[in-house]
């Protein structure tokens, strides 16, 4: 079960934290990553953390503004997100991959979370 929270409302340029926990007690064996979907667009990948090397891969839309982490030891990821444009505005999902290899496509993704809505505003 994922569950993810943080989203909010927030002026262009800022920064938001959005946090996933997890249940379950092969959360190391996951690897973790962030999708969203914006108004009329379909869901997309943006972010995932290895479960073996704790590796990241981001789409290039947020790479070097986003930053991915993780915590074994809470069951928790996070994503951080700096320098916020308005063309982030989405529904922010959470999603678990057991073993993952790093494919980005939503179908080879395990487990997701409910959403957490970031709006950017301009």
């Known amino acids: 079960q994922l569950q993810a929270s943080g989203g909010g409302l927030v002026q262009a340029g800022g920064s938001l934290r959005l946090s996933c926990a997890t249940s379950?007690?092969?959360?190391?064996?996951?690897?973790m990553g962030w999708f969203r979907r914006s108004p009329g667009k379909e869901r997309e990948f943006v972010a995932q953390?290895?479960?073996?090397?704790?590796?990241?891969d981001y789409a290039d839309s947020v790479k070097g503004r986003f930053t991915m982490s993780r915590n074994n030891a809470n069951n928790a990821v996070y994503l951080q997100m700096n320098s916020l444009k308005p063309e982030d505005t989405a529904v922010y999902y959470c999603?678990?991959?057991?073993?993952?290899?790093?494919?980005?496509?939503?179908?080879?993704?395990?487990?997701w979370g409910q959403g957490t809505l970031v709006t950017v505003s301009s």
């Open positions: 999603a678990a991959d057991f073993n993952g290899v790093g494919y980005r496509e939503m179908m080879s993704w395990d487990y």
């Open positions: 379950g007690r092969t959360f190391s064996s996951y690897s």
């Open positions: 953390m290895f479960w073996r090397s704790n590796g990241t």
